[in-house]
């Protein structure tokens, strides 16, 4: 079983959608990141959380430490939000992230 | 302030030969780490590094790879002797210290023939 594991693999939803992505962990962290990665491109960090709820733009980002669970929320979901969105820990003690399979999401037009 | 740079973006080269891949920082960041992503695969640790101080290579495979990040200049990840399975996007990213948040470069893609 992966230390990080997401949920779903494969989205699709219609624009305009809220989109939700999960992520269950069974290690100890000091901190979750979500990223985005665009298909053949770079990997860009969206939130870092130890705690509670944090907010940018369209996009949601919540954490419950106790339960080792984190979600990803879109509101008002675009085509340009199509992408793969990672969920990756930092593992307590330690400087090294851990990573998620990812979750491709595909907002159709 | 310009963001993790990393080159080359791609990279071709036959079995045997030697690869290098470079990671500029971004500007005050003294923590550089290193991710590979195989083909349809999850993204791996690799090494983690401060200035001249290897912290944390659990990740790395014990032969052929090395990293390095000098007093100055780019941090560079080396691969000796590839072989096909080296074939990935490997990925770098810079914090300032180990609470920040880790900014992550466009990957060089490696393609071994």
């Known amino acids: 079983k992966n230390e990080v594991e997401q949920s779903p693999q494969n989205l699709t939803a219609q624009e305009g959608e809220f989109i939700t992505i999960n992520c269950s962990y069974s290690?100890?962290?000091?901190?979750l990141h979500w990223l985005q990665q665009h298909p053949g491109g770079g990997i860009v960090s969206l939130f870092m959380?130890?705690?509670g709820k944090k907010k940018h733009g369209r996009l949601i980002a919540t954490i419950n430490i106790q339960e080792k669970h984190s979600s990803l929320h879109i509101t008002a979901s675009h085509p340009r939000d199509s992408a793969v969105y990672i969920c990756a820990v930092l593992i307590q003690g330690a400087q090294k992230l851990v990573f998620g399979q990812g979750t491709r999401l595909t907002i159709n037009p | 302030n310009a963001g993790v740079m990393q080159n080359p973006r791609h990279l071709v080269r036959r079995r045997g030969q030697e690869a290098r891949l470079r990671c500029s920082p971004m500007?005050?960041?003294?923590?550089v780490y290193w991710y590979r992503q195989l083909p349809e695969e999850g993204l791996k640790f690799m090494v983690y590094?401060?200035?001249?101080?290897?912290?944390?290579e659990s990740g790395m495979p014990k032969e052929r790879f090395s990293a390095e990040f000098p007093k100055e200049g780019p941090s560079i990840l080396r691969i000796q002797q590839v072989v096909r399975g080296d074939s990935a996007a490997y990925f770098c990213a810079s914090s300032p210290n180990q609470k920040e948040t880790q900014y992550f470069g466009p990957g060089t893609r490696l393609l071994v023939l």
């Open positions: 590094l401060q200035k001249e101080n290897i912290i944390d």
């Open positions: 290690v100890g962290i000091s901190a």
């Open positions: 959380l130890s705690s």
């Open positions: 500007k005050g960041h003294s923590h």
